[in-house]
């Protein structure tokens, strides 16, 4: 099955910084990658998705991931982290009914 | 109008007993997921089903029973509860992998 890594347990930033949290990826075919926020006591809301096309992807709350198939990684972006960025992001990859997610990384934004 | 919806949230009980969590999805999709979050926040996936067939059962002990009595709705119930089935379990439901997946809020079990 494929598996995910994020190498990150825990980054801290200062609020305006940018940010750039890890993927990387195992899986035989072309995969699809997901990364998904997390806050206390929450469900997990989907940032935004790659599964064809421009490698470079837009999400939601201003975050963007980029595909390098060579590197088999998945990175999320943010130019300027806000205070309300402070969550665990989760990286997942997934087919044919199946979605595995990594470890999670958990983002602090000092003010 | 919630996508996903879990009940209950919040769900204490005694080791040994026989529990259920029920999970409806009214978004129209195919394809719905137990997933167990542990204390470490670590996200393993449990069991998927598509249009009521199983189609992953990820080593899960046979404690754990899903039904799936339509499309919309995965039931996960827990016989003889010991006290690592303490956790987070989340439901999930997609149309087609590619999309991603929609989460319920989460069921909190507290086994004591």
């Known amino acids: 099955a494929q598996s995910v890594t994020q190498p990150d347990i825990h980054i801290t930033v200062s609020e305006g910084a940018s940010l750039e949290l890890r993927c990387n990826y195992s899986?035989?075919?072309?995969?699809?990658l997901f990364w998904y926020v997390q806050s206390p006591g929450q469900g997990l809301q989907l940032l935004l998705k790659?599964?064809?096309?421009?490698?470079l992807v837009q999400g939601i709350k201003g975050f963007e991931a980029e595909f390098k198939r060579s590197q088999s990684s998945f990175n999320l972006r943010k130019p300027s982290v806000h205070w309300s960025d402070a969550a665990e992001y989760f990286c997942?990859?997934?087919?044919?009914?199946?979605?595995?997610f990594g470890a999670g990384t958990r983002l602090t934004v000092k003010p | 109008d919630t996508a996903v919806s879990q009940t209950p949230k919040y769900l204490v009980t005694q080791m040994g007993n026989d529990k259920s969590i029920k999970c409806e999805q009214n978004?129209?999709?195919?394809?719905m997921y137990w997933y167990k979050q542990d204390s470490k926040k670590f996200l393993k996936i449990m069991f998927s089903?598509?249009?009521?067939?199983?189609?992953i059962n990820e080593t899960v002990p046979n404690r754990f029973s899903p039904k799936s009595p339509d499309k919309a709705h995965l039931n996960l119930h827990i016989n003889s509860l010991e006290l690592g089935d303490s956790a987070v379990y989340f439901c999930?439901?997609?149309?087609?992998?590619?999309?991603?997946?929609?989460f319920g809020q989460g069921t909190r079990l507290t086994v004591v």
């Open positions: 999930a439901s997609s149309q087609g992998t590619e999309l991603g997946a929609f």
């Open positions: 899986y035989g075919a072309t995969p699809y």
């Open positions: 790659y599964f064809s096309g421009d490698t």
């Open positions: 997942a990859v997934g087919a044919n009914d199946d979605m595995r």
């Open positions: 978004l129209g999709h195919d394809t």
């Open positions: 089903y598509n249009n009521k067939e199983l189609i």
